[in-house]
């Protein structure tokens, strides 16, 4: 079975998909039409420093949030507003618009990303770590910093399932895990090498070892060991150590990625299996007309030559 680099993200009421050279996003409107926008991406990233391994992780992972979120906000605005006197700009909306125009927008943007990694980093880093050097572990001995990098680590992990879990009660989010689950079986139909069809891909599974759902769960985990490592100072260092090492996660994080998805082995399928649990919660089963939207943006990011997207 070929692997794919060609990855994506759901959206409101539609999909984006990533490819080697471009990348798509597919809105299904209110009134059922479905508006396609394509982008070419940047070579820059894949040259030279940039494709050392951890290296290629760390800016990966920063580009696919600003992406991201761009894919993200463009989907808002198809979103309607049930009060007709919302959709009309303030005074001073306007007034910002027509000084800046699109450069307020670009950064909104990295506004967004930045306070969406702040909140990540804060719920899921900082204040696991906060919580526990308040009890009272012996942190002088080794067996104290192991309990406390492993309690540490555990209150992480919660935090983390369980925001998943609160934040998929929403009925919002459920059509945007349905929008999860028509990108993962699309990816997997054209994995199979099988025509791009609405019934060929309802037969696939909603979850994919290459999810960001699993890239998450492996952060978490190699960032138990890594601050493992770091040892245990002052609360304060404690903060600008784990800050400092983030990058770091995130680079490992995308190697491990990048490793268990290139083969289907034991050591590969442990890797992917608590990641592959995972999106029974972010995952949902798509209607045929979900599939169609990600269908649509998928095949706009394809390119002619079969090996330049391979995993």
């Known amino acids: 079975m070929k692997k794919t680099t060609i990855g994506g993200q759901a959206l409101l009421e ?10 798509a996003i597919a809105i299904r409107k209110s009134d059922g039409e479905i508006v396609l926008t394509r982008k070419l ?3 820059v990233t894949k040259k030279g420093f940039f494709k050392l391994p951890v290296v290629r992780g760390i800016v990966e992972f920063w580009r696919i949030m600003v992406i991201g979120v761009k894919a993200i906000m463009y989907s808002a605005d198809f979103i309607e507003l049930e009060d007709e006197e919302e959709a009309k700009p303030s005074r001073i909306d306007a007034f910002i618009n027509r000084v800046f125009g699109d450069k307020i927008k670009d950064a909104v943007i ?6 969406s990694l702040a909140f990540s980093i804060g719920l899921f880093i900082l204040l696991p770590n906060i919580v526990a050097g308040f ?3 012996n ?7 192991i309990y406390y990098n492993l309690f540490e680590g555990a209150l992480r992990l919660g935090l983390f399932v369980g925001y998943l879990a609160l934040t998929s009660m929403l009925k919002d989010i459920q059509r945007v895990w ?3 689950g028509a990108e993962h079986k699309t990816i997997s139909c054209y994995e199979h090498e099988e025509e791009l069809t609405v019934e060929n891909v309802r037969k696939y599974t909603t979850r994919h070892p290459r999810c960001g759902t699993s890239f998450m769960f492996i952060v978490m985990i190699v960032s138990i060991l890594v601050f493992s490592f770091v040892g245990w100072y002052h609360p304060i260092i404690n903060v600008l150590l784990r800050l400092l090492l983030i990058p770091v996660v995130a680079g490992i994080s995308y190697e491990i990625l990048k490793f268990a998805g290139r083969s289907d082995g034991i050591i590969s399928r442990i890797l992917r299996a608590p990641g592959m649990a995972l999106q029974g919660i972010t995952t949902r089963e798509p209607d045929d007309k979900q599939i169609e939207v990600a269908i649509e943006a998928f095949k706009n990011v394809m390119v002619e030559d079969r090996e330049a997207d391979v995993w």
């Open 14 to 23: 539609g999909v984006m998909m990533k490819g080697p050279e471009s990348v």
């Open 41 to 43: 991406l940047s070579k």
């Open 110 to 115: 990295y506004f967004a990303v930045i306070l």
């Open 135 to 137: 009890l009272h572990f």
């Open 139 to 145: 942190k002088k001995t080794v067996s104290g910093l």
């Open 178 to 180: 349905q929008y999860h």
